[in-house]
């Protein structure tokens, strides 16, 4: 018998399942996707749901699935459109893998979803928590699940004091998961273990006071529910300059679809670049005195009493409007610094400064390359600012592209 076997004895392990089913009958939360026993819904809304929380999911599970409704719809579907209606949740990779994966089960499985977690995993984005997610919850197959809440939620009851991301931490987890599951309905009690820790046992202030289960917590009972888990490692940030230029010719506006290898991957977006990897060096450093050049593009933001962003020199505008000719095979002037977005993804910081810039010509090409809005390849298109509508673009990239509608 194991040590978490000998702590939670069959008595514990069974008023502590008495105790969070009779909580869950009146504190569940009513959520779009329980509401069936689909496998792909839950599917969906279980990818939805890493990286981001159940509100913010909601509203786009419900406007996917009324797009596509079921696997074979996003089989038949285009990636872009599918990144399309993802745009904003971030992560793209996700969307990227359930579309893979709904054309591995329209094709080669013939429609029928699997429900065993073996197979499952075998699936493009599929893990071991999102199988077992998928077939609890859909198929009422015992199946048991550790993810950001009931990782909490474990960590508590059984007292770990060591990282509960580490090797030893995730065995532990995992075996207790096992443990407490019931034979009977599964499924729901894997969705009363959820909804436990994010309701009451929270990162921060954990209800112990009207948590059903707390008398048989060992992190409420030596009181060091504060101190478990032990919190994850933060990343050290990176801050980076990022410059996204719109470049215009009459009413139309230059687009790129993103390469494979690259950030947001499939998306639509102006030219952009990260300043300290040009030339493998940061951008210069600002001077304090300003060139004709560099008055001439400022102009418009002196007059409205707007400074120039910390860390432009004159030096910067040649180097982009070169980057333009080197990599969009175009001849294009600054014009106008349009706005500063800061924002953050994973471990970087970015401040990207959006530009528009006017086209001069077109650089004759060594070589012909064919225009297409296939995926993968890394020619340029002229849309019209209203027909950014139709293209995914990243959170960042739509903001510069409705900036750019209202000036319009």
């Known amino acids: 018998m194991s040590e978490l076997s000998e702590i939670f004895d069959a008595g514990r392990r069974q008023k502590f399942r008495r105790q969070l089913q009779s909580w869950y009958a009146s504190h569940q939360r009513d959520l779009p996707w329980r509401r069936e026993q689909d496998p792909y819904a839950v599917w969906i809304s279980e990818i939805m749901l890493q990286q981001t929380v159940v509100a913010a999911v909601i509203p786009y599970f419900k406007r996917f699935m009324t797009r596509f409704p079921d696997v074979q719809t996003l ?31 329209a094709g080669e499985l013939q429609g029928n979803f699997p429900c065993d977690v073996e197979s499952l995993q075998t699936l493009p984005g599929i893990g ?167 008055q001439e593009l400022f102009a418009a933001e002196r007059s409205a009493g707007l400074e120039i962003p910390e860390g432009l020199s004159p030096a910067l505008i040649p180097r982009l409007e070169t980057y333009l000719k080197e990599q969009a095979d175009i001849e294009a002037s600054l014009q106008q610094l349009i706005t500063e977005i800061r924002h953050s993804v994973t471990r970087y910081k970015i401040r990207l400064l959006c530009f528009v810039a006017q086209l001069e010509q077109r650089v ?41 509608a209202e000036r319009m």
């Open 75 to 105: 089989a038949e579907a285009d990636e872009s459109e599918v990144l399309q209606h993802w745009e904003g949740l971030g992560y793209y990779s996700r969307a990227r893998n359930i579309h893979k994966a709904a054309k591995l089960i």
């Open 128 to 294: 071991r928590y999102t199988a077992g997610a998928i077939c609890s919850f859909a198929c009422d197959v015992r199946a048991p699940i550790v993810e950001a809440n009931t990782l909490r939620l474990y960590s508590r009851l059984i007292g770990l004091e060591e990282d509960p991301r580490s090797k030893s931490g995730q065995n532990q987890l995992w075996e207790f998961a096992e443990l407490i599951l019931p034979r009977k309905s599964p499924g729901e009690f894997n969705q009363a273990l959820m909804d436990l820790g994010s309701l009451v046992c929270t990162p921060q202030k954990p209800g112990c006071e009207t948590c059903p289960v707390s008398s048989g917590c060992e992190a409420f009972l030596r009181q060091k529910q504060h101190l478990i888990p032990v919190p994850k490692a933060r990343p050290e940030i990176t801050p980076l300059t990022d410059v996204s230029i719109a470049v215009f010719s009459g009413n139309q506006v230059m687009i790129r679809q993103r390469l494979p290898g690259e950030r947001w991957a499939g998306l639509w977006d102006f030219p952009r670049l990260t300043l300290e990897e040009m030339n493998g060096s940061p951008h210069p450093a600002a001077v304090r005195k300003k060139t004709e050049r560099q």
């Open 364 to 404: 004759p090409k060594k070589k012909t390359t064919q225009h297409s809005s296939e995926a993968g390849n890394s020619g340029y298109q002229w849309v019209s600012v209203q027909e950014l509508e139709a293209y995914p673009l990243s959170v960042t990239g739509r903001k510069f592209a409705k900036l750019l």
